[in-house]
């Protein structure tokens, strides 16, 4: 039997409507979301809930309304980020997000569990359906961007938010060692094989640039992201270079602080609605 997820599924009998095979969720009647853009990322650790945060950052700052969705469930780093612990609110029918200081809509399990370092030790269904009851539970309210910060890899949370959500596209991260490129090389192909839009690549962690003398260093080999983004034919958005300064902030919880051109001339063309 083939190990491709979506033609298991398939086969099952559960995927026949479309080609992913399973209908796209629809907004609940407290949301109105205009545009949905997951990022992903194949390895771990290479920067992708910073680069979500700073994509809802710089949207933030542009006048848009805009809301992020963490779906990392098992390592969910966004509330840190944004300095939440808590401020999630029920009204019995739905769940309202978070807010960050400069009014961001955060909905993340770290924001419902008892403490923050609570692990979550749950099989992947239970997570993925998690994942989903953000989008149907959740009262998103107005907003022009939702981001979904995806977890690494090719998983059933990936492959979930792909087939249920209706996105515009994805962003997808990598950094310069060969073994990241390899790995989001994965991520790529799977998101083209489920015909989902690759909007950009972005790769972080690009060099190292000495604050004192100003010399940029490649600690992690040489930059290979625009290579890639030409190999797969996608948008080269462009490279984030490490910056103690970066995580410094995200340690802190201030990451709207944190002033970036990196998304400056980011606009996806078409909305979902
Ligand atoms: P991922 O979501 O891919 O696991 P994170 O965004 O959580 O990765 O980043 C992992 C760590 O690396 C965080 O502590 C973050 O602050 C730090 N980090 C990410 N990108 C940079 C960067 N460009 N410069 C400095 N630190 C960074």
């Not at 989008?135 to 995806?150: E, K, M, P, Q, R």
């Not at 979930?160 to 989001?184: C, E, K």
Request: negative net charge.
């Amino acid at each position: 039997m083939s190990d491709c997820a979506y033609e298991n599924e398939s086969n099952n009998g559960q995927a026949n409507e479309t080609k992913t095979g399973i209908e796209k969720l629809a907004q609940n009647n407290f949301s109105s979301i205009k545009n949905v853009i997951a990022v992903a990322s194949g390895k771990g650790g290479v920067g992708k809930s910073s680069v979500t945060s700073l994509l809802a950052c710089e949207f933030k700052r542009k006048g848009q309304i805009v809301g992020v969705l963490d779906a990392d469930i098992t390592g969910p780093s966004l509330p840190k980020m944004f300095g939440l612990k808590s401020g999630v609110r029920s009204n019995g029918s739905a769940l309202f997000p978070s807010i960050s200081d400069n009014g961001i809509r955060v909905m993340s399990l770290n924001l419902l569990t008892g403490k923050e370092d609570d692990p979550v030790i749950w099989r992947g269904p239970i997570i993925a359906g998690t994942v989903k009851q953000f989008w149907t539970d959740v009262a998103w309210g107005d907003l022009d961007y939702l981001f979904v910060d995806l977890p690494p890899g090719t998983g059933d949370v990936p492959l979930t938010v792909m087939q249920s959500l209706p996105l515009n596209g994805l962003v997808v991260v990598s950094s310069p060692q060969d073994l990241a490129v390899m790995i989001v090389s994965k991520a790529i192909k799977m998101a083209q094989m489920m015909n989902i839009p690759i909007l950009g690549l972005v790769e972080n962690m690009s060099s190292f640039i000495c604050p004192h003398c100003g010399e940029e260093f490649s600690l992690f080999g040489h930059a290979q992201g625009k290579e890639i983004a030409e190999k797969f034919q996608i948008p080269f958005i462009g490279s984030l270079p490490i910056d103690p300064h970066l995580s410094e902030l995200c340690d802190q919880g201030k990451i709207e602080e944190y002033q970036s051109n990196l998304f400056h001339d980011f606009i996806p063309e078409k909305s979902i609605q």
